[in-house]
Each structure stands twice: as C-alpha cells, then as structure tokens.
C-alpha cells in the first residue's frame, strides 16, 4: 500500500474545503479541551478531598475496644458445660484499652513489606483547663515524625512548629478553634487534667487546623512519652497503631489476617470511610460522561462534513476508481482524513485544555476548612491527556468510517456515465 | 495468440429496473494490437454499457471477458482496480480531471498508484506524456484553470502514463468543439502509427469511425456488423 500517495490525496480534498475541515477540528478541539479542563478540574478536587480524609487517615488501624468479653467464666467452668447460661447485662472490662505486646507487633509490623510505616497513638479523654472552665476534649500521643510522614501531620499546621513536641517535653499542640477559646498562644501555657484528675502545665508550641471544625474545637496533641507521663502508665502504653500501606486496596484483606494474627481489632479505611469512594466513583463518572457525550456531538460533525465532501467529491472518487484506486484505497482516504481532523483537532485541544486547566488552578480559592489550599485544585495527570487523545482519535475514526465505507462503494460507472 | 488484447465471448447484460431488459445480447469479439476500433450505434443501443464491461468496471453480467488472455471473471475488487490501473487508459467524454492537483499530478496520479517507479521516474515519464501531446507548458497550472480542450489532452496523457495495452474512450470528443476534436483525431491517429497503440473508442463521431481500422456498429444490444476501413 502505497501510504504517502494516499495521504497526499487526503491532504489535498482536505485543503480544498478547508473551511469545513477547520469547523470540524475546532469542534473535535472545543470538546477535548472542555474534557481536560473538567476531567483535571473533577479529579483535581477529587483528590483534595481525598487527601482531607483519606491522606491523614491511617489505611489500617489496629486498637483494642472496650466491649464486653464474648467468653465469660460461667461458659468454660466445667460441671455447667451441657447447661445454658442466661447473664443480663454484662459489663465491659475497663482496664483494658491499650494494645498488648505493642512492641512486638511493632517489631513485626516493621518487618512486613507490604507496608508503608506506622505510627503509634495514644488516644485520651482530658480535660484543658481555662481559669474556672473545663473544657472536654481529647489528647493523642504522637509521634510526629512518623506521623508528619505518612500522615501530613505538618501541613495542618497552621501556626507554631510541629516538631516542638519532639524538642520540648511538656509541650502541647492544640486545636485551633480549641487554643482561641482557652485564650492561648504559641508559648502559652495550658492547663491539662487528666481523668484521673492530675493536672498538668503544658506549653504550647503549635496550632494545629485539620478543616473539620468539630475536630479542631476539641482535639490536642502530644508526644507519646508526655502523654503516657500525664496518664501515669508506663512506656509501651499504646492504644492505637496507624498502618499506612503501599496498596491500600489490600486494607480490607491485611486487617482481617492482623485482627488475627495479633489478637485486637483492626478497622481498614474502606470499611471506615465506605461513602467516600462511592462519591469519587459518581464524580469521575460523571465527568466521563459529560466528556464523552461532548466528543460524541463533534464525531457526528465530522461525520456530517465527512459525507458532504464525499457528496461533493463523487468525481474524483469515480476517477480514482477508473484509474486504479481500489475501493480500499479510496476508504483509506477517508478514514485519514477524518484521522488528520482528529489528530489535528485533539492536539489543539490537549494545548487549550492544558491552558484552561492553568487558568482554573490561579483562581483563588480560600476556605476556611482547608488551610493548605489558596487556588482551585487541578489535576495535570497526564493519563488524562492521554485518555482524551485515544478518545479523540477513537471517535473520529468511527465518524468516518461510516462515510469512508460508503465512498468506497461508490460505483465509479453510475458517476461517469450520469453526466 | 499473444497479439490479442481483449475478447468478448457472448457477453450479455440485464437491465431490471424499471422492467427486465436485455441490453447486451451475446456480444463476442478479439481486439488484437495496434488495432484502432470504434463503436458506434445510437444512444441506447448498449455501447457504453459494452466499454464499462469491458473496462472491468461493471461486473454483473454474463459471459466471459478476457483482457491479456486473463480471464476476468471471478476477480476481487482489488485484482479489478489493479488491471485498470496498469492495462487500461482511459479517456471520458467529461474530461474528468481531479481539480485539487496539478495537470502534472493529475498525470502522475495512476503511475504513482502503480508505484513501480521513483516519483522522479514518473514525472519524467509524464512530463513526456505531455511533450508528447504537446501541453508541457500547461504542467504547473491546476486542472480547472485549462479550457475544455486541454483538459481532454490532459486526460490523454494520464491514460497513457502507465503504458496500458488499452485505450478506452467514452465519447471522447463528444464534448469538443471541431478544433480540439480534430486536435484528439491526429493525436489518436499519432497513437497507433507512431506508437503502435491499441484503441478502443466509443463514439456518434463519422470523423472518429472513419479513421479508425474497424468499425463495430451496434443496434439493440447485437453487434449489427463490423466492417474494416
């Protein structure tokens, strides 16, 4: 086949309705265009979502709940083995809400490769103290190192130094909203109580604004080591181990061997945050859909012109026949030229729709919830573009093929002959 | 029996729209080299519809056609376009030049199709195609700025471009004025003298069937006689 014989043919019926052609591209360009700016827009904002929840979230969670024990005393004691035991109202044992042999699981845990890190959390009622108010709220142990590592910890930070807690015993992170209403700054000191009832000077050294005001009214952190000093216990008191994983689609499967394995409860995100996916899933759709169906609008006005130029070109597909062109040959022409649209069309729309997406990524965007973000969040993966250039090519294919088929059966003795 | 270029065994065509018509009746007969040989008959008496059979244009008919001593019944699309491409020139009554290309182009167009040679090959060889006709002057223009007689020169020497056993042509001065038509009878007549050319015209022309070597005359689908000049 000859390939550039051909393609110069094509480029010639191109040019002499070039007017038309640029109308079809424009529209292949329009649509492509309006897919990368939605589809990077969608998934852009997708993602920022994603990282409000799901980036400090951690993938798996291992924890010990306060339930009562499914196996009481009365079900082992031997001479009541065939007998049924009916007890109301059974209580939880409190006494055991951290994690046992944390530091062997821990030990195991960073041996597994199938894991990113992990952190370790203590999780805390307190009280924080303002003058005569007590205000209840919550206190985690951290390790901010690890925890700024897998789980961002630092970017939520909004005044003060994160990695105080590290340099300063003693030293606390608050909430934002939570450090406003007890009237405290960055070098304050704040009143903790324990449920014990001890209370504990700690200085602040950092505001902390997670986006989720409920959260920042009531939530404050410490290092492991000062909060397990607060509550009196010693240091391989953990209640909760993050686990971030390389593949969090394995959560599901992971926690349930380790809810085995070490004998606690384990909570993976999926389970955690189900809705979250489903609305990713809607939004992605939904911006597939309206991309497509753009694209689907310019196939069929490259369809249109398509048949027109064939209508108007009868005389010189019928003298490519007579003269040796195949039916093939004559389709082929067809097909590149509804090709040469696309590719022309689609090319311009990736550089527009990279253009769009930069414009839409400097509008500002502040929100009180999300301190991290000053401007529209885009997305510049570059498997959109690459999508939205198979899709452009895809449907301009199937737009000509139609009319391409129907030029090669063109019966080039109807044409002659009927003048 | 290699001097043979084209036979007709009993070839016979239907017509079924608006009513079952027989248009071709059975039509047999050889066209051996060099030969120059004209149809002629009045309008509907099934010549033209013989010259596209013939051509491998129309393939719905019956009998047997052999082009070379190759049968062609039977053949794909692309074996047909082939045989056109390299055995057939052909010359219509419109002209039928492709208008988005050059007059050079629009010669080289069937040989580039061949692509048995270079593009500098075949511009040579069409270059001389035009010489020949004498039309060089008229290579760089674009088809629809040549007057009606040129054109139909131009059509001529892309149907010799690709040196075919064959020249068809569909009344080709039927739409000429009496210059440009005695301008195609010498360049017709030049054909098969000089270059030993094989012809095959369909025409209402007296001028054309007069210097052409045998004349078929047609009536109602049948060869009505054939007679040598």
């Known amino acids: 086949m000859n390939y550039t014989l051909i393609f110069s043919i094509a480029r010639a019926l191109l040019v002499s309705r070039l007017r038309q052609t640029l109308v079809a591209a424009i529209g292949v360009t329009f649509s492509i265009t309006m897919f990368i700016a939605l589809l990077g827009f969608m998934t852009g904002l997708n993602k920022m979502l994603d990282s409000l929840v799901l980036n400090r979230t951690p993938h798996i969670r291992l924890f010990t709940e306060i339930k009562p024990n499914p196996v009481q005393p009365v079900s082992i004691y031997q001479p009541f083995r065939n007998h049924y035991n009916f007890i109301s109202s059974i209580k939880a044992d409190n006494s055991r809400d951290k994690i046992y042999n944390s530091r062997v699981i821990e030990k195991i845990l960073r041996q597994d490769s199938r894991l990113a890190g992990i952190a370790p959390k203590i999780n805390t009622q307190v009280f924080y103290n303002d003058g005569t108010v007590n205000l209840t709220g919550a206190l985690s142990g951290i390790d901010v190192a690890e925890e700024t590592r897998l789980f961002n910890f630092q970017d939520y930070i909004v005044g003060g130094n994160a990695f105080g807690l590290q340099s300063n015993s003693n030293s606390i992170i608050l909430g934002k909203t939570l450090a406003e209403k007890l009237h405290a700054n960055t070098g304050d000191l704040v009143q903790v109580i324990t449920p014990n009832g001890d209370r504990f000077p700690l200085r602040l050294v950092g505001l902390y604004q997670s986006g989720l005001n409920e959260f920042d009214k009531t939530q404050g952190f410490a290092s492991v080591s000062t909060v397990q000093k607060l509550m009196g216990k010693p240091d391989d008191y953990i209640t909760d181990i993050q686990i971030k994983l390389k593949n969090i689609a394995a959560a599901p499967a992971i926690a349930r061997e380790y809810a085995v394995k070490f004998d606690t409860d384990a909570e993976d995100i999926q389970t955690a945050n189900a809705q979250f996916e489903t609305g990713n899933f809607i939004r992605t759709l939904i911006s597939y859909a309206v991309g497509i169906t753009l694209l689907i609008v310019a196939g069929f006005g490259i369809y249109n012109i398509l048949n027109m130029l064939i209508y108007e070109k009868m005389d010189t597909i019928a003298i490519l026949k007579a003269t040796g062109f195949a039916g093939k040959d004559v389709k082929l022409i067809f097909i590149f030229i509804a090709l040469s649209i696309g590719l022309a069309g689609g090319l311009t729309g990736l550089v527009f729709g990279f253009g769009l997406s930069s414009l839409i990524d400097q509008v500002p965007f502040h929100t009180a919830s999300l301190p991290t973000i000053s401007t529209y969040p885009v997305n510049y993966d570059p498997a959109i573009y690459l999508t939205a250039l198979i899709f452009s090519l895809a449907t301009t294919w199937m737009a000509g093929l139609f009319p391409a088929r129907k030029a090669s059966k063109i019966d080039p003795v109807i044409i002659i002959r009927g003048k | ?229």
Request: net charge neutral; charged share 25%.
């Open chain 2, 1 to 229: 029996m290699n001097n043979i270029i084209l036979e007709a065994r009993h070839i016979s065509k239907y017509f079924d729209e608006p009513v079952n018509v027989k248009i071709l009746d059975d039509i047999s007969f050889i066209i051996g080299r060099q030969e120059f040989v004209s149809v002629v008959g009045k309008s509907g008496c099934g010549k033209s519809t013989l010259l596209y059979i013939l051509s491998t244009m129309d393939t719905a008919y019956e009998g047997e056609l052999l082009i070379g001593n190759e049968i062609i019944n039977g053949k794909k699309e692309q074996e047909l376009a082939q045989i056109r491409n390299q055995k057939i020139g052909f010359i219509f009554q419109f002209h039928y030049l492709l208008n988005e290309f050059t007059v050079l182009r629009n010669v080289m167009l069937p040989a580039l199709k061949m692509a048995r040679h270079s593009e500098n090959e075949i511009k040579i060889k069409a270059m001389e195609k035009l010489d020949m006709l004498g039309i060089t002057h008229l290579s760089g223009k674009m088809a629809n700025q040549l007057s009606g007689g040129e054109k139909q020169r131009v059509a001529i020497a892309r149907a010799l471009v690709n040196d075919p056993d064959i020249i068809m042509g569909d009344e080709p001065t039927g739409n000429l004025d009496k210059k440009n038509r005695e301008l195609v009878f010498e360049i017709f007549q030049k054909l098969v003298n000089e270059y030993h050319q094989t012809l095959l015209i369909v025409t209402h022309d007296p001028t054309m069937a007069s210097i052409s070597n045998r004349v078929i005359e047609m009536e109602d689908g049948k060869i009505l006689r054939q007679t040598k000049n």
